[in-house]
């Protein structure tokens, strides 16, 4: 499994409350984008304990056989992190409100498991075309879902920004969780709003096609959301299937 993972400050916000990280074990890959938030510098406290605390789990996890066992993993572990982050923020004033929206992959050879929580997202690139993976945890996409207002609305909607469920802000939190096939050349992109508010998915899913290396890919992803306005702090991940060759590990 070829990856490469970027975060970038942008060009507004004078700090990066995103953090993200790509851990092996045994099993496979564990790719994780958290988008922080909450007061000075506690989102970037929420984002990075998530992120740490995860690679910490990921080291001690035992062998993943299969994907009822993926989810399971995945639905506990969010527990725990959701338990520290919020006990985290009851404990220092400064972090009082804190939170993360969190999407990750579990990737093994046979399959990968997809867990979410807020509006940072994992998207599909495979033979039957390019799709979004995940639903947001979001105001607006709730209102279009329900048919009172449009996708084009929900693009410059006013409260595009709240959040329906985060990680850390309340005692427990839903994780939405699924498991796909990947085949050869299957891509999965994890990114935070920063990056899928400033370029289409018709633009993301152009630019995973066009281009076989995934660290150019990824640098002008994050260059063309800079180039569109850079307001928000820019978050990806790129993994991508690839061949296993003799002696190559299969993730």
Not at 31 to 50: E, N, P, R
Request: glycine fraction near 8%.
């Amino acid at each position: 499994m070829e990856h490469i993972f970027l975060t970038d400050r942008g060009k507004v916000r004078q700090h990066n409350e995103d953090s993200v990280g790509v851990f092996k074990n045994e099993t496979g890959i564990l790719a994780i984008v958290a988008d922080g938030m909450g007061g000075h510098l506690a989102g970037d406290v929420a984002s990075q304990m998530t992120i740490s605390t995860f690679k910490e789990l990921w080291e001690q996890a035992p062998t993943i056989n299969g994907p009822s066992d993926a989810e399971a993993w995945l639905i506990e572990k969010v527990e725990e992190v959701n338990k520290t982050v919020y006990e985290h923020s009851l404990t220092n004033s400064e972090c009082q409100g804190m939170g993360t929206t969190i999407v990750g992959v579990l990737v093994t050879p046979n399959f990968a498991t997809i867990g979410h929580i807020g509006d940072s997202r994992c998207y599909l690139l495979n033979n039957s075309g390019f799709k979004q993976v995940t639903q947001d945890h979001s105001l607006v996409n709730e209102l279009v879902r329900s048919g009172q207002i449009s996708k084009e609305d929900a693009e410059h909607h006013p409260r595009k920004n709240v959040l329906l469920r985060a990680l850390g802000t309340e005692q427990t939190v839903d994780l939405d969780v699924r498991t796909i096939e990947l085949e050869e050349n299957d891509v999965l992109l994890l990114c935070s709003d920063g990056l899928s508010n400033k370029i289409s998915d018709e633009t993301l899913e152009h630019e995973l096609l066009q281009s076989k290396d995934l660290s150019h890919t990824a640098n002008h992803l994050v260059q063309m959301a800079n180039d569109n306005g850079g307001e928000d702090n820019i978050s990806i991940i790129i993994l991508k299937k690839s061949t296993n060759k003799l002696g190559e590990d299969p993730c």
